[in-house]
């Protein structure tokens, strides 16, 4: 089994690294960034690809999707210790290889790029169910979960509509939140809201 890690934090990078071939059975190759992942890629045959969400060159998604399409028999996986359960899920409905938070124990890991590696899909599930963490942002710290999940997709540009199915919750309960939210932190329409948190660094 012929595995790429592909990760800019050298020790972290080393640790997998001894991780995996301490196994037996297991051939690991390195890089620094996305670019020399991709040049690797291109020159050689790898079973599985472990790409650090955030190293340089990576755009996040964008380098998911451009590795899973060089030719080649490769899976491709997302490592990261900063994304968050959307990235989770979307790395999963691209129909990646599975997601990897920096968080899993040796063992874990090991079982778990030994599943990618046999056609399976993997993802923990105790992180994809447990609670978003709101950050301890001034201004989240004014909201509840809920308010600050509409937020985000205020920020996002999405309607009552889309936002009521993405959290999975009716219109009218989408407005109520709102109406809260907007009293919360002094604005008084969904574009003020908006700018506030994008100002406030919020997301």
């Given at each position: ?15 997998l690294?001894m ?5 037996g ?7 620094a ?31 998911l ?41 040796a ?19 105790e ?28 920020t ?16 009218p ?27 406030e660094?919020?997301?």
């Open positions: 089994m012929r595995i790429l890690i592909a990760d800019d934090h050298d020790l972290l990078r080393e640790t690294d991780f995996l071939t301490s196994e059975g297991i051939e690991t190759e390195t890089a960034d996305y670019t020399e992942a991709e040049r690797l890629v291109s020159e050689s045959a790898f079973d599985l690809v472990l790409l650090d969400f955030s190293m340089p060159g990576m755009q996040g998604l964008d380098g999707a451009r590795m899973m399409a060089m030719p080649g028999d490769h899976r491709v996986a997302i490592i990261s210790g900063t994304a968050d359960q959307d990235v989770a899920q979307q790395t999963l409905a691209s129909g990646a290889a599975g997601f990897l938070p920096k968080t899993l124990s063992k874990s890991l090991i079982n778990a790029v030994r599943f990618m590696a046999m056609g399976e899909q993997y993802a923990p599930l992180f994809l169910r447990a609670p978003t963490p709101v950050a301890q942002h001034p201004l989240a710290e004014k909201l509840s979960q809920r308010e600050f999940e509409v937020l985000r997709g205020l996002e540009g999405k309607s009552n509509k889309e936002i009521a199915r993405d959290l999975d919750i009716r219109e309960t989408v407005k109520l939140h709102m109406k809260t939210l907007y009293r919360k932190i002094g604005v008084s329409n969904r574009t003020q809201a908006a700018m506030i948190a994008r100002d660094g919020l997301f």
